[in-house]
């Protein structure tokens, strides 16, 4: 039982580069969301899905897509990337909406 | 509005020392969720309890506790006989129920615990 994976781990992009954030769930969650962490901040909603097929806009969306077309996985896509993007990563689910978030292990992404 | 406020934004403490964190929530609903989370130095969230706004018993879970207050929009954890382990930054956060609360978790800035050996 992984429970919330999040590939890849570490990223570099160069400003304008396209890229996509992978997070999968093998909990049978219906509700998978996307956070974004900057240094000493809390975390920040950037999309958030309430089950296969539906994505709804969280606090943070501009710069960023999702897609959520299967039930286990949610992707993240930066279109082209910017230096405010640099931060951590986190995806999480959830078994109901006000349900406890499980989340995956971080993605590091730096723009330069 | 709501808001969660962890005004500790940092604490330092000597193992074996019990440290509490504060944490301050508004709300207009009345039923709601709270929950406290888990932060280590490697980086990941570990859930650690969540709490419904009907049940103000407190919870022991070993060296942790937790101390929900209503009549002051308190929800506080103590660590008993701190240990290095211990040492994380811990998020506090609030769920509200209603239809229409957007589904989000309104996190706290987060409280630093440093447990000096």
């Known amino acids: 039982n992984a429970g919330v994976t999040q590939t890849p781990k570490f990223r570099v992009l160069k400003t304008g580069q396209s890229m996509t954030l992978l997070c999968a769930q093998d909990m049978n969650h219906e509700y998978m969301y996307w956070y974004r962490q900057d240094p000493g901040m809390g975390l920040r909603l950037i999309h958030y899905?309430?089950?296969?097929?539906?994505?709804a806009k969280g606090e943070v969306p501009d710069g960023y897509n999702v897609s959520r077309l299967k039930k286990q996985n949610f992707l993240l896509g930066l279109e082209s990337a910017a230096p405010s993007q640099t931060s951590v990563y986190f995806c999480?689910?959830?078994?109901?909406?006000?349900?406890?978030?499980?989340f995956g292990p971080g993605t590091r992404l730096t723009v330069t | 509005a709501q808001k969660v406020t962890q005004a500790q934004t940092e604490i330092s403490v000597v193992e074996k020392e019990d440290v509490t964190l504060d944490c301050v929530y508004e709300?207009?609903?009345?039923?709601?969720?709270l929950f406290w989370y888990k932060q280590p130095p490697s980086g990941e969230l570990v859930f650690l309890i969540r709490?419904?706004?009907?049940d103000e018993q407190n919870e022991i879970s070993g060296r942790y506790s937790w101390n929900f207050q209503k009549s002051t929009s308190s929800f506080n954890f103590t660590i008993t006989a701190s240990q290095v382990v211990d040492s994380a930054v811990y998020f506090c956060?609030?769920?509200?129920?209603?239809?229409?609360?957007?589904?989000?978790?309104?996190w706290g800035a987060g409280t630093k615990l440093i447990i000096k050996p």
């Open positions: 999480a689910s959830s078994y109901s909406r006000i349900g406890e978030q499980y």
């Open positions: 709300t207009r609903d009345t039923t709601y969720y």
């Open positions: 709490r419904n706004s009907f």
């Open positions: 899905s309430v089950g296969e097929g539906t994505t």
């Open positions: 956060a609030l769920s509200e129920a209603r239809l229409d609360s957007n589904y989000q978790l309104i």
